[in-house]
């Protein structure tokens, strides 16, 4: 068996797995956090039930996104151990740093907020819930910026057979990964906000506890919205730079083959990878591609052709991934806009909740596309540019990766359907429990 | 070198520190089975460790980390010639952590069941190969020039490995027992320290016989005898092992605990002392050992890591103290009913 190829299946389960909780880590405790502290200032009884009744559901996941973390950082030294040997000397210390910095933080106050209910002021127990809301983005912002050098390294120098150091500050201020943080960031709390807002729908139209989930549905929009319209826009500039860095990504996104002026976008494109060329088209919109590649409709686009055939990306996986990335990206803006509108009248509007309870998964699928498309699309490298993954694999057996491989689907598919049939039980019985 | 040095020292610390606060936890899971009677004597068993166990674990993380950042080629070498047994600590880390938060969120006797055999083989499992693993790094591993790894999970699993992995098993589930007893009250209470009491001949017979066996199967006395002093970490280890005894037959499960701890802390540092300044040795070939000065960063690597080091460690320090301080005392009934799930 080939170690590289179950190694890369091995990694992609359990990121993917790992990022089905993480934003939602990352955006609840953020709305968590505005929940109680509204609870803390107003003394509003509703604030605290909903604080409550979404801190379970926020520790479910919780849970599940942390013990499939530590999985992680271990296996770029049990599978990728060519690659861990000659970038360790920058990228480790990037992971380093995030466990020093951020996820103690986030472990230690997570038990405090947990345990603390009876120990703490509100207000204290409020400013709790900040730190580990804070922590847990301050730790995506470091794993980014490890992500963000693997995508566009920086700040290095080849020396001793490997990469080392060199510039420690051009590396945490990769243009490359703080546009990952501006967009992965926002996302992320989308999630948070759709997921908030989804249940609370979903209790709405049942007449259920209507003023709270009035308060949580409108305080999430607000979250929504923004980050919605943020997320939206570094999306637009990380595009162009992807567009100056990552050539090949960009046109595998599009399947665009010929180098040409005026590039355009293809609503529907299947690429035949073989032959170069796409064997179906629907939906050509000039120059489309030139203005999201350099916001300038008329500019050249370099084609997959010009290329070579051993730097290209799978073409059909990256172009999917973005094409579901970028649809799901611009429906969050416009429905929560609309919402914004009839927030007043939210009562009024049966179909709009009943969108948002069908929404609740959106987020988190624009999410995996975009992280797809960002890993698939900088294939064949591991480090753009500088190391290819088929020469980043361990020196190890095929057989222990595919048993662990075997182990890491079993235990995972078991462990998501777990957490997640606890977090239906627990949304769809709302508040009586809590 | 005295960068190097340092950075193998704090490599040690952080491994120590790690299992002297996982370690209890790992305890707590492997006596889960045995001293909880009754699901309010699992309940508090659990809600005895719940405040701390994943601010705990992140010691692990952080360990791996600066093993990363420190010493990558290290982290390398290591990570992938101990594939296995560290894929089965990893896979036992996580069901010990969703155990602990899904237990309690179903009231069904079949429910809980699951879980708690889960717990159990969570906290065993983990405990006793970090002790086999890090037996087979005191003694060496067959690695050739290249990192490459010639075995398997058995040729880890020998004699001396297996007495580590017994050793580090007994050694926290004394911690656990120590940690209930300062928790928890009545039966429980008593019956966690009681088991303190039988464990304690067990952990002093095995930590001697480790040491001697150590003698024969490892080079880690070459350190030693080149600087006599630094016998006094074994020493101060085995006056550690009696101060438990004595702290527990007086009924004070603090300072029995923080024996336990200066134990763990003494155990870890006995091998690490002694491995100065290999890390990865190979028993193939002396050649082929990983140490601190041929598996290094870059001196700018190393400065910046020991500069957040000295800056965040001491921080996390003192927030876990508070953190640890605030949860003192015995579990409550009220203590446990506080809606969270566990």
């Given at each position: ?14 990121t ?18 505005i ?10 009884e509703d ?5 409550r ?17 530590i999985t992680?950082?271990?296996?770029f ?10 970038v ?21 106050f997570?038990?405090?907020w ?5 120990k703490l002021?509100a207000k ?29 390294p920086?700040g ?12 420690f500050?051009?590396v ?5 990964a703080?546009l ?16 908030v807002?989804?249940?609370s ?6 007449k ?10 409108r ?10 319209v943020?997320?939206?826009i570094?999306g637009?500039l990380?595009g ?6 990552q050539?090949?990504?960009l046109?595998?996104m599009e399947?665009?083959w ?16 073989e032959n170069e060329?796409n064997?179906f088209?629907?939906?050509r ?20 052709k ?5 730097e290209r ?15 799901l ?5 416009l ?8 927030r007043?009248?939210l ?10 309870v069908?929404?609740?998964p ?8 975009g ?7 900088r294939q064949?490298?591991?480090v753009y540019?500088?190391?290819k993954t ?5 020196p ?10 075997i182990?890491?689907?079993l ?6 359907a ?9 949304a769809?019985?709302?508040l009586?429990?809590a | 070198?005295?960068?190097q040095?340092t ?10 520190v790690?299992f002297m606060?996982?370690?209890?936890d ?12 009754t ?5 508090t ?21 600066v093993?990363f ?33 899904f ?11 699951v879980?708690?055999?889960?717990f ?36 880890l ?5 297996l ?10 589930m004394?911690h656990?027992?120590?940690w ?13 320290a009681?088991?303190?009491e ?17 003698y024969?199967?490892?080079?880690l ?8 002093a630094?016998?006094l970490v074994?020493?101060?280890t085995?006056?550690?092992?009696f101060?438990i ?10 300072l ?9 802390v003494?155990a ?22 990983l ?12 400065k ?8 965040f460690?001491p ?13 003192m005392?015995?579990?409550?009934d009220?203590?446990?009913d506080h809606?969270?799930?566990y």
């Amino acid at each position: 068996m080939d170690v590289v190829f179950l190694s890369r299946l091995q990694f992609a389960a359990a990121t993917m797995f790992h990022f089905l909780f993480v934003p939602l880590t990352l955006g609840l405790s953020v709305i968590l956090a505005i929940m109680e502290t509204q609870y803390a200032r107003t003394g509003d009884e509703d604030y605290l039930k909903m604080t409550r009744f979404f801190g379970k559901l926020f520790l479910i996941n919780f849970v599940v996104g942390i013990v499939t973390g530590i999985t992680l950082e271990f296996q770029f030294g049990t599978n990728w151990s060519r690659y861990s040997e000659y970038v360790g000397d920058v990228f480790g210390s990037l992971l380093a740093i995030e466990a020093t910095t951020s996820f103690f933080l986030e472990s230690t106050f997570i038990g405090i907020w947990i345990f603390g209910w009876k120990k703490l002021s509100a207000k204290a127990h409020a400013a709790v819930m900040w730190m580990v809301a804070l922590a847990g983005s301050l730790s995506a912002i470091w794993i980014l910026s490890a992500n963000g050098w693997m995508q566009h390294p920086v700040g290095y120098v080849i020396r001793n057979g490997r990469a080392e150091l060199d510039d420690f500050f051009a590396v945490i201020f990769n243009k490359f990964a703080l546009l990952e943080m501006v967009h992965t960031l926002p996302a992320s709390y989308i999630f948070g906000a759709f997921v908030v807002m989804g249940i609370s729908a979903y209790h709405l139209l049942r007449k259920h506890e209507v003023e709270l989930f009035t308060k949580a549905f409108r305080l999430s929009l607000t979250v929504g919205l923004v980050c919605s319209v943020i997320s939206f826009i570094t999306g637009d500039l990380h595009g162009i730079h992807v567009a100056e860095v990552q050539p090949a990504k960009l046109a595998a996104m599009e399947s665009h083959w010929e180098t040409q002026e005026r590039a355009p976008i293809l609503l529907i494109a299947i690429p035949d990878e073989e032959n170069e060329r796409n064997l179906f088209e629907f939906g050509r919109l000039p120059g489309l591609l030139s203005f999201l590649a350099t916001h300038d409709f008329n500019a050249v686009v370099t084609g997959l052709k010009d290329i070579p055939k051993d730097e290209r990306p799978p073409v059909l996986i990256t172009a999917v991934a973005f094409k579901t990335m970028v649809g799901l990206g611009t429906f969050f803006p416009l429905i929560t806009f609309i919402l914004w509108v009839k927030r007043k009248k939210l009562m009024e509007s049966p179909l709009l909740l009943k969108i948002m309870v069908y929404s609740i998964p959106l987020p988190v699928i624009a999410i995996e596309a975009g992280w797809i498309l960002a890993e698939v699309g900088r294939q064949p490298w591991i480090v753009y540019g500088m190391m290819k993954t088929s020469d980043a694999a361990s020196p190890i057996g095929g057989a222990q990766v595919l048993v662990t491989l075997i182990g890491f689907i079993l235990v995972y598919g078991l462990l998501g359907a777990v957490g997640y049939f606890l977090m239906f039980k627990h949304a769809r019985k709302g508040l009586v429990s809590a | 070198m005295a960068l190097q040095s340092t950075w193998f020292f704090l490599w040690g610390l952080l491994w120590a520190v790690y299992f002297m606060t996982d370690g209890f936890d790992f305890g707590v899971g492997t006596l889960y089975p045995f001293l909880g009677k009754t699901d309010h004597e699992k309940k508090t068993m659990i809600a005895s460790i719940g405040p701390v166990w994943d601010g705990n674990e992140v010691w692990l993380i952080t360990a791996g980390g600066v093993t990363f950042a420190a010493f990558p080629a290290v982290y390398a070498t290591m990570f992938s010639a101990l594939y296995t047994p560290l894929m089965l600590i990893l896979f036992a880390l996580i069901i010990r952590g969703v155990s602990i938060e899904f237990r309690n969120q179903i009231e069904s006797q079949a429910w809980k069941r699951v879980w708690d055999t889960c717990f159990f083989i969570g906290s065993s499992v983990p405990a006793l190969l970090f002790g086999v693993a890090f037996a087979n790094i005191f003694k060496g591993i067959p690695i050739d020039e290249n990192g490459i790894f010639h075995g398997n999970l058995l040729t880890l699993l020998n004699p001396y490995g297996l007495l580590g992995g017994v050793e580090f098993l007994l050694l926290f589930m004394l911690h656990g027992a120590l940690w209930l007893g300062l928790k928890t009250q009545g039966d429980l209470h008593d019956r966690a320290a009681r088991t303190a009491e039988k464990l304690w001949p067990l952990v002093l017979v095995f930590t001697l016989v480790f040491v001697v066996a150590s003698y024969f199967s490892t080079d880690l006395f070459v350190n030693y005898f080149a600087h006599p002093a630094l016998f006094l970490v074994i020493i101060i280890t085995v006056a550690a092992i009696f101060g438990i005894r004595v702290y527990l037959k007086k009924g004070a499960f603090v300072l029995a605990w923080a024996a336990s701890s200066l134990t763990i802390v003494g155990a870890t540092f006995f091998g690490v002392i002694g491995l100065f300044p290999t890390l990865f040795g190979s028993s193939m070939d002396a050649a082929y050992s990983l140490t601190a000065f041929n598996a290094s960063s870059s001196p700018l690597t190393l400065k910046i890591m020991l500069g957040v080091v000295l800056v965040f460690i001491p921080l996390v320090i003192a927030y876990q103290v508070w953190a640890y301080s605030m949860f003192m005392g015995k579990i409550t009934d009220e203590d446990l009913d506080h809606g969270e799930g566990y």
